[in-house]
């Protein structure tokens, strides 16, 4: 019996994949960093949470797509290095609203 293998992805367009996915979370923390510095200094400290925190966590949430892609072998990272590195995020997101 022969093997059925499925169709693998051509290098160029999970490179294509990779850069856009790379360049949209770019954009997404970026919006996020944004949205601190001005809501703290506009509005204080004590509204950062509360101006930031539905966006934080869809973008945080977002960011799961890079332990499955490590998971596949999209990615080429470690995998404990991505669920470490996503759990600290999501764990100073919660500091940071029970700080203020």
């Given at each position: 019996?022969?093997?059925?293998?499925?169709?693998?992805?051509?290098?160029?367009?999970?490179?294509?994949?990779?850069?856009?996915?790379?360049?949209?979370?770019?954009?997404?923390?970026?919006?996020?960093?944004?949205?601190?510095?001005?809501?703290?200094?506009?509005?204080?400290?004590s509204r950062v949470y509360s101006g930031t925190g539905n966006f934080l966590r869809w973008t945080q949430?977002?960011?799961?797509?890079?332990?499955?892609?490590?998971?596949?072998?999209?990615?080429?990272?470690?995998?404990?290095?991505?669920?470490?590195?996503?759990?600290?995020?999501?764990?100073?997101?919660?500091?940071?609203?029970?700080?203020?």
């Amino acid at each position: 019996m022969s093997e059925v293998k499925p169709p693998k992805t051509s290098p160029a367009a999970l490179q294509y994949f990779l850069i856009l996915y790379n360049a949209v979370s770019a954009t997404l923390w970026s919006v996020v960093l944004g949205r601190v510095l001005t809501i703290g200094l506009v509005f204080g400290l004590s509204r950062v949470y509360s101006g930031t925190g539905n966006f934080l966590r869809w973008t945080q949430t977002l960011a799961i797509l890079e332990i499955i892609f490590s998971a596949t072998g999209t990615l080429h990272r470690e995998l404990l290095s991505g669920l470490s590195k996503d759990h600290t995020a999501a764990g100073d997101g919660i500091s940071i609203r029970n700080r203020w």
